[in-house]
């Protein structure tokens, strides 16, 4: 028969290998320093982005990303870490870390990892550098406001000359009249 605390780490471990399996992005955070509170904080605003922070022992925590193939990130679980595992939209969640980190100077970025059609790893900057990315209704605007701004042309080109036409009648008519 196991020991309790040994199903409870082969547990975790399998939970944690589940939940990458099913997340879009997988971020480290190190949180030494940070409140309670701070910390309930922070997994609140992480849950509006639907993303969950996990803490578990760093050991369990590197078997298991080994174990999904993640080798690159068991190198920056060390200390009080936390893996943030992104259901929706990877850009949010970098943005709610990245804010986060600049009010708490505790929260550190560590890396992560997004996965798109590969499994691209993250660095520090490039966390930093996602959380500068305009939000997709953002970037739908833009792109929208770029494809109008072509017929937009035309239909004020097409305007002004239908304007002088009629402001070249509206002299020949007053020549006439005089």
């Keep these: 028969m ?3 605390g040994l199903l409870i780490k082969e547990i975790s471990e399998s939970n944690i ?24 904080a922070l997994r609140k605003n992480l849950k509006n982005s639907k ?3 996990f803490v578990t022992k760093n050991s369990v925590a590197r078997r298991a990303l080994a174990g999904s193939g993640l080798e690159t990130l068991v190198k920056s ?20 870390l990245y804010n986060f980190s600049k009010d708490h100077e505790q929260l550190k970025l560590e890396g992560g990892v997004l996965k798109d059609p590969q499994v691209q790893v993250l660095e520090k900057k490039d966390i930093e550098s996602m959380a500068q990315i305009p939000s997709r209704d953002v970037l739908r605007a833009q792109l929208v406001m770029t494809l109008n701004s072509p017929i937009s042309g035309i239909v004020i080109t097409l305007n002004q000359i239908i304007a002088k036409f009629v402001y070249c009648l509206e002299q020949i008519k007053q020549k006439k009249t005089t």
């Design 77 to 96: 679980v060390e200390g009080p870490c936390g893996l943030i595992f992104v259901k929706d939209e990877p850009v949010d969640v970098s943005k709610v």
């Design 2 to 4: 196991k020991k309790i």
């Design 51 to 53: 993303a969950n922070l």
């Design 17 to 40: 290998k589940n939940t990458i399996k099913e997340s879009n992005a997988v971020f480290i955070i190190r949180y030494s320093g940070l409140s309670s509170p701070h910390l309930t």
